[in-house]
């Protein structure tokens, strides 16, 4: 739903709202926010709120830390799992210099500037986001553990599913935050769960994933138990993914009804992800341990499409015309959604631009290649192979910064190293 700043305002006094959160993220989508009282909206919303970006992963360096946050009237949220007698609301918001003029290095507004670039072309860009998540129990100090709450699999019912009851608080807790889930589930691992999403635009798609993680959090955290979003959390069990469901409208009409048609603007589309997605693969999968998930059950590893094909990177869904679309199945939840929707916008507007060619589907299960197959270009096997490929991407430093390729990709450096050095294989698990 749309708000303006007035609506906001009112919306503040007439349900008595308490706090004002308002958050951003930092170039790996980590949420942060600033609370503000409510005397000071309309403040935020004329002046912006100011804040340290030095202290902030992959921002300014202190000589000029000042940057400022605007709220987005339109993202005006209540946060259900906060205390009822002190209501909070939610505003992302844009991030400015002082001078007014857009923060680069804003990954919300990079995908602003993607969407823009779609509309300007004459398409609309619809994305249905579908995430995974492990619930683990906690111990008597409610610190996690890696005991999965069930043992439970693929749409199971109670009682192996225990999860049941926790999807269903975090599905109506994000109806009340304006967010529309479509199906919940439990999933193949042990306490492993999946939530679907109505498909709207790239950045409410984004904004509503980030939603959708400090909700799941919250409200495991509140039953005692710990969600976790890492890709793969148990290493002999099925990772997480956060499948990218995309249909691409022009003038009122779904082209990927066409993606059987070579020239078609969906196949070139997909053509030009499939031509792209190594160099990406690093924003996508971000953590070393997000090379675990990659080419294990039902992950995918080698870079081909095909039509309900699971095994795929890129899959076409059986679908009335309506919601025909593909399915990108790289990406995991660890995945800053704002880099990855823009990435994968920009890839795909190039590729029908250049009027790239989609090879033909590949029909058998990637998990058993056949020779042929076996000739398949690779995703990157391993962060450090994929950093690499992004630092010499001329496609990824013709869309994003070149301060926050060079950040991202020292920072991600430095994980590499640790980890490569570290004993603990799970050196994320309770971070994500």
Known sequence: MAYTQKEVIEYVKENDVKFICLAFCDIFGTQKNISIMPDELSVAFQNGISFDASAIRGFTSVEKSDLFLFPDPNTLCTLPWKSQFERVIRLFCDIKNPDGTAYIGDSRYLLKQAMDRAEKAGYICQIGPECEFYLFKTDEDAN???????????????????CENIRREICICLEEMGIFPETSHHEQGPGQNEVDFRYGSPLTAADNMISFKSAVKAIASRNGLFASFMPKPLFQKSGSGFHVNLSLLKDGKNLFTDIGQSDSASAHFMAGVLDKIADMTATLNPLVNSYARLGDSEAPMAISWSHQNRSQLIRIPAAIDSLARMELRSPDPTA????VLALIIHAGLDGIEQGLVLPAPISENIYTLSETGKRLPMLPSNLNQALSLMENSAFIKQYLPAQTIQKYIALKRAEWEEAKNSTDSQMYFTLQ
Do not use: H, Q, R, S
Not at 336 to 339: A, E, F, G, T
């Open 336 to 339: 800053n959604p704002y880099l």
């Open 144 to 162: 996690p553990t890696d005991v999965p709450y069930d043992n439970g699999g693929y749409f199971d019912i109670a009682p192996l599913d225990k």
